[in-house]
């Protein structure tokens, strides 16, 4: 069984490693993701959950993001769940500008200012999860539907490339809210008597068309009685969404969670 388990991880890992490799490794990003949460049952059919998370980018050198959040879920059916939550963030942003007045002029395309700051988000989503079971496997499609806003700020001054100096200007970025809609797919194996639980998951965001792509490998194991650590691979597509400066991830994600 543990031969059999081995196999499929690998397997499902080099279906994802050879996704990640259809982009050019230039444009690639890396980041560490960590998060600890806390689940209460309610009753047989809800609960609720706090998360904390903390992340990292550019090659796991830069803080880039810390969120909060508080969610509850609740079971229609055997196969059906749906869910609600809000989530506190505190993200670290890159801001380009380049010049494109004069398609005429030299220096057109080139990097024009540049803003390095952090700001909050406030996000709320809503989530209807069904699940199907085959022998050991399990199959399970989420619909979220998510709603992020991002409050106006105003920061002191941007680097200005032309002059190779900070300009000493205050600029003012608009509020600004979004929303997505995120489908995943998801299968894994659990058989009783097994402490550790392998998936794996493919999540398309989508705002209109699609902006980013999630392919992910993992492995949930059981500790002990109500404890889980969870350790993942993922690879990002980022380069049809302006909210990720267009680059690429890789993520190596650590989780901790407990259930009362």
Known sequence: MKKQLFITLALLAATLLASAQSE??????????TDISAEKKLSKKASVEIEAEYRTANNANQNSRWSMGLSGEYKLTKWLKVGAGYTFLYNHNDKYTY?????????????????SYWGPRHRVNVDVTGAVGLGDWKF?????????????????????????DWDGKQKTYSG?????????????????????EPYANVELYNAWSVEKVRYTVGLD???????????????????????????????LGLSYKVKF
């Open 99 to 115: 010049h494109d007045e004069d398609p005429n002029k030299a220096n057109y395309g080139k990097l024009n200012k540049y803003a």
């Open 140 to 164: 399970d499609l989420r619909e979220r539907w998510q709603y992020t806003y991002r409050p106006e700020k105003t920061i002191d001054e941007r680097y200005d490339f032309d002059d190779e």
């Open 176 to 196: 600004k809210g979004k929303n997505t809609l995120r489908s995943r797919l998801q299968v894994s194996y659990d058989k009783k008597g097994l402490d550790v």
């Open 24 to 33: 050019p490794k230039t444009s690639d990003d890396f980041g560490i993701w």
């Open 221 to 251: 194991w059981k500790i002990v009685k109500g404890q889980t650590l969870g350790v993942y691979y993922r690879y990002q597509d980022n380069s049809k969404d302006d909210d990720d400066n267009d680059r690429n991830m890789h993520i």
